[in-house]
């Protein structure tokens, strides 16, 4: 069957995520901190209209066939079209605010700007009759919360999800693109009973809480044979939380790891422009000329997003360009060219925005127009900084140095495994699925992604002579 934004969201379904006292949690003594890298802010927005949706395949650059909330690409629909929310988002919204307050997580209805990493949650209320989710989420297990561009759904019911708790769903949701996993604690959002038990949450008995102690991980099941159930996929994560016992997860811990003690304390002030190495507007360049600029951007929550354009009709139909001579150089996998966060969830911005080297080499000539933006993780943006330049010479197929160039990761492919089918947990580049429908109406199945597609942002091939490195986890 093919898979609409109708049946894409109406697939499957995980358990709630919980609400501690906010006093309480400041008091204690620092969290451990994520497997990876030290505790890190993340951003959920939730629509309240709809939103475009675009299947990953057909993704303006390529998301080596993952989802991207910048983008609106999203793994394993198959025809673009509009998610609308459901009638109670706006009850979804307050839930979540108030059970994911003690977290360093920033709850919004307002999209930030596409270079800004966040996570997606689709508020879809459709009923599928043949849909096999026991959970009615559609979501990739994201393993140490990574990456930080997930999308992931909710639906009003499966086959074998009926009148679910749509707040406890909807932290189901968030709990696995945060890296959470079912547990067998009836107490905690992510409770998920056996086949022998009607299997799934226990929807009569919702919860909001995350629990703060080492309990049982436990598998999901096959929706489309109860009989078999799907392995565990971040269970070296989990351990590190218990004292390395094998099996154990502790969900509370583990969420304050990854986001840090909330909440997440509102900004309004927009990053600061420290230093810009650019052109003057106006200005010409002589022929074998690049673009070479270089900004350093600060923000008093230490964390910076970016994005430079270059567009001229010297650049279209080149590769990494649209038709138009569009392309960049930005965070958030959203661009041809990404500044890649290497182990952490973000670009360290202390090291600067530049565009160099993929496009200091000699381009064509003719007119270019550079924009560079930036915003901080709330999504305070400065006035964009707009420079107009024209490099001498006629047009051509510019200075590729294809022997080398700079290296970055191919955009938003090199963190998590490609989202698979219901509650299932796939083995991957840093995760699997549980209960995703995002890429079927059924649960159970892998579907592992090691490579990016051949889409949108080929400098590799062409102009600038970029050698994208795509980062997998191995252990």
Request: with cysteine.
């Amino acid at each position: 069957m093919k898979r609409t934004i109708a049946t894409l969201f109406a697939t499957s379904s995980f358990a709630i995520a919980a609400t501690a006292n906010a006093d309480e949690l400041q008091s204690r003594p620092e969290p451990l901190g994520a497997y990876d890298y030290d505790a890190a802010p993340a951003v959920l927005f939730v629509p309240t209209e709809p939103v475009d949706l675009v299947p990953a395949t057909m993704c303006p650059v390529s998301t080596g066939g993952q989802s991207n909330s910048g983008l609106g690409c999203i793994a394993g629909l198959e025809e673009a079209g509009p998610s609308t929310p459901g009638a109670d988002v706006a009850d979804i919204v307050d839930g979540l605010t108030t059970a994911l307050a003690p977290y360093n997580v920033r709850v919004t209805t307002t999209r930030p700007p596409e270079y800004v990493p966040y996570l997606m949650l689709l508020v879809n209320d459709t009923v599928s009759k043949t849909g096999t989710s026991y959970t009615c989420t559609g979501a990739p297990i994201g393993c140490d919360a990574k990456p930080r561009h997930e999308i992931a759904s909710i639906s009003g019911g499966t086959m074998n999800c009926d009148m679910p708790d749509r707040v406890q769903s909807a932290l189901i949701a968030f709990g696995y693109i945060s890296g959470l996993e079912n547990t067998d604690d009836p107490t905690d959002v992510m409770y998920y009973r056996p086949a022998s038990d009607t299997g799934g949450p226990d929807w009569t008995m919702p919860s909001t809480t995350f629990v703060d102690t080492c309990v049982n991980q436990v598998e999901s099941i096959d929706g489309e044979d109860n009989t078999m159930t799907n392995n565990l996929v971040c269970g070296y994560v989990h351990e590190s939380y218990c004292d390395m016992q094998d099996g154990q997860i502790n969900p509370h811990q583990e969420l304050l790891g990854v986001y840090g003690a909330g909440p997440f304390v509102e900004d309004t002030t927009p990053p600061t422009v420290d230093m810009m190495t650019i052109a003057n507007d106006g200005d010409v360049l002589p022929a074998g000329s690049g673009i070479d600029f270089q900004a350093m951007v600060s923000d008093d929550s230490n964390l910076v997003f970016a994005r430079w354009t270059i567009e001229s009709p010297a650049l279209a139909g080149l590769p990494g360009a649209d038709e138009n001579g569009r392309t960049c150089k930005g965070t958030n996998g959203v661009c041809a060219v990404e500044y890649s966060g290497g182990a952490a969830p973000y670009y360290d911005s202390s090291a600067g925005f530049s565009t160099g080297p993929e496009f200091a080499g000699a381009l064509p000539g003719g007119d270019y127009t550079v924009t560079f933006e930036a915003s901080d993780l709330s999504g305070n943006t400065i006035e964009p900084i707009v420079v107009h330049v024209t490099i001498e010479g006629d047009g051509g197929t510019g200075g590729a140095d294809t022997s080398g160039g700079g290296s970055a990761s191919a955009s938003a492919s090199d963190t998590n495994a490609s989202d698979s089918n219901g509650d299932s947990s796939s083995e991957g580049s840093g995760g699997g699925s549980a209960d995703s429908g995002q890429t079927d109406d059924s649960d159970g199945g892998c579907s592992c992604t090691t490579e990016p597609g051949a889409g949108g942002g080929a400098f590799a091939l062409g102009l600038f002579g970029l050698a994208f490195a795509r980062r997998r986890n191995r252990r």
